[in-house]
């Protein structure tokens, strides 16, 4: 089977687990006896140990150690949720999270998407169809992460025990996946100099968008709902589903609108908007005006996940994707990794509204920074 099909199950897979997790880890938590300020240090231990790892490792193996890699933090992911699911004390409920770097969001700036955007960028040198397969590759993930959030429906358990077995079939999935042949002895040293000051600048620029977007994780909107409007977690399911299947299928229209104005004007024009919805959701004391907003919100707000990964992955070498993607991912996590605790605690005390304006303001400065910096890099065609 083809390399593409074979990512795109792998990424669906992994969806579906992040999809049950971003609604649910930080009430699975809350109600195993951790205080939210605890449980949101988690979901920041979580990211930040993945981060590091993804940092560490990204920057210094390219493809020759890709499917090992990809096959350790499978079992890492399966172990977590394993853990998650047959512990009963909070603590180990907490250690399991962090194991499975569980607080990722359904976007997935992990490992994983280090190593498997740069075999998706190998499989074709055309731009629109690389576009095109980045779509596809995101479309997968929302689309399995709204199916994930459907399941907690049914019930959390259900959720958690299909998370398990997908993330296991995933693992296997890894086994049939061939790497490619670019990138095969990089080391950190053989990086060129214009790809490591790429590097550097979508590195400091995505950290600052990954600190707004860590104020509004999903894990934090699922919560933010709960404490404000007294949802359920059935109900809470029913919302997220919406949200992850809006955000499906706006991604599939990015080539098309990319291929009109380009990929970064694609990523500035779409999420500028979008922040501004955000910050617009606490401020409507109405549960149905503040789901308006926020689906209003996601029909915008992720459309830079797939231009941004095709761009990125457009401007520099082959050989070198691994350790730019590599070292992007880890920087927009670490930086996300800082805010989600303080957001959790301003949510438990009344449902702050300050966790949205200070994300959505901070992702705007991001927005036109990110366009003054490479308004004049074109994607090679």
């Known amino acids: 089977m083809e390399r593409r099909y074979l990512l795109l199950a792998t990424r669906?897979?992994?969806?579906?687990?992040?999809?049950?997790?971003?609604?649910?880890?930080?009430?699975?938590?809350i109600n195993s006896g951790?205080?939210?300020?605890?449980?949101?240090?988690?979901?920041?231990?979580?990211i930040l140990l993945n981060s590091f790892l993804t940092f560490t490792i990204a920057r210094r193996y390219g493809h020759e150690r890709a499917k090992q890699l990809l096959l350790l933090f499978s079992a890492l992911l399966t172990a977590g949720i394993g853990g998650i699911y047959f512990s009963n004390l909070g603590i180990l409920k907490a250690v399991s999270a962090i194991v499975g770097s569980l607080g990722a969001n359904p976007s997935d700036n992990t490992l994983f998407s280090s190593y498997e955007q740069p075999i998706i960028s190998g499989i074709t040198e055309n731009q629109h169809s690389r576009n095109k397969l980045f779509s596809f590759y995101t479309f997968a993930g929302y689309s399995s992460s709204s199916v994930g959030a459907a399941s907690l429906?049914?019930?959390?358990?259900?959720?958690?025990?299909?998370s398990f077995f997908l993330s296991f079939l995933m693992l296997i999935t890894y086994l049939f996946i061939p790497v490619g042949r670019s990138g095969l002895n990089q080391t950190k040293r053989n990086v060129k100099q214009s790809s490591r000051i790429v590097a550097r600048?979508?590195?400091?620029?995505?950290?600052?968008?990954?600190?707004?977007?860590?104020?509004?994780?999903?894990s934090l909107l699922s919560y933010?709902?709960?404490?404000?409007?007294?949802?359920?977690?059935?109900?809470?399911g029913y919302l997220f589903v919406?949200?992850?299947?809006i955000t499906a299928f706006s991604v599939l229209i990015t080539p098309m609108i990319s291929r009109r104005i380009g990929l970064l004007r694609t990523m500035v024009f779409t999420h500028l908007p979008s922040n501004v919805l955000l910050m617009m959701i606490p401020l409507i004391p109405n549960l149905y005006a503040a789901i308006t907003l926020l689906l209003l919100r996601q029909c915008l707000s992720q459309m830079d996940v797939p231009t941004r990964q095709s761009y990125i992955n457009s401007i520099v070498a082959s050989e070198d994707r691994s350790y730019v993607v590599g070292s992007s991912n880890a920087s927009r996590s670490v930086s996300q990794a800082s805010t989600p605790y303080i957001s959790s605690y301003l949510i438990s005390l009344g449902a702050?509204?300050?966790?949205?304006?200070?994300?959505?303001?901070?992702k705007i400065v991001y927005d036109?920074?990110?366009?003054?910096?490479?308004?004049?890099?074109?994607?090679?065609?």
């Not at 999809?19 to 009430?27: A, C, D, N, R, Y």
């Not at 702050?352 to 901070?362: E, Y």
């Open 12 to 29: 669906t897979f992994r969806g579906f687990a992040y999809g049950v997790f971003s609604v649910i880890l930080l009430l699975l938590l």
């Open 34 to 46: 951790l205080e939210p300020l605890y449980a949101g240090l988690v979901v920041t231990v979580s």
């Open 153 to 162: 429906v049914i019930g959390a358990s259900f959720s958690i025990i299909a």
């Open 201 to 218: 600048d979508v590195s400091l620029l995505f950290s600052l968008d990954a600190i707004g977007g860590g104020f509004v994780l999903q």
């Open 224 to 236: 933010w709902f709960k404490v404000r409007y007294g949802l359920d977690l059935a109900q809470l």
């Open 242 to 245: 919406a949200v992850d299947v």
């Open 352 to 362: 702050s509204s300050i966790p949205f304006i200070a994300g959505g303001s901070i």
């Open 368 to 381: 036109l920074l990110l366009y003054r910096r490479f308004k004049a890099v074109k994607e090679h065609y």
